[in-house]
């Protein structure tokens, strides 16, 4: 049984809304990473293949995100996060998640880059703009997200992730 619908959301476009009542540490649902975007295969806007909805992952690998993922919103307060066991992207509920309400992640977990946007989540935690690095994050939420990294985001960043586990002890 799916969990999950996707349908017109506030914070942006359309999002993706829990079908049912989602317990804490719950599986969501599986990230199909199967559509790598590379130089011999490229994004194709025929296809409805847009660019932000792809995923900047380790080394360079950059996937397209399928239906529902792609349209999972970012939120300051979210209620899932996205880790990878055994090669293979989940999400993951952070909070229990109620019938109805809508599922985000805060794409700066795991994020890099220089990529600023106007957020929309309209949460009490709202930090209206963003900066697409965890390391720009304010120090306590780099803190309070660290147990949230992927081990992938943690080796390619080893450095600045040891230099915030030594500021934090």
Known sequence: MTKVVVRQSSINGKGVFALKDIARGELVLAIDDARLVTDESPLDASKGELEYHCDYLADGKVVLMPFPERHINHSCDPNTYVKTLLGVRYVFALRP???????????????FG????????????????IHSDFFHLPYELQVEYLPLLDDWYIEEYKDKVQELLKKNS
């Open 97 to 111: 998640i109620r019938a109805g309400e809508e599922v985000t992640y805060d794409y700066c977990i795991n994020g």
């Open 114 to 129: 220089d990529t600023l946007w106007q957020c929309n989540c309209g949460s009490a935690r709202c930090r209206k703009t």
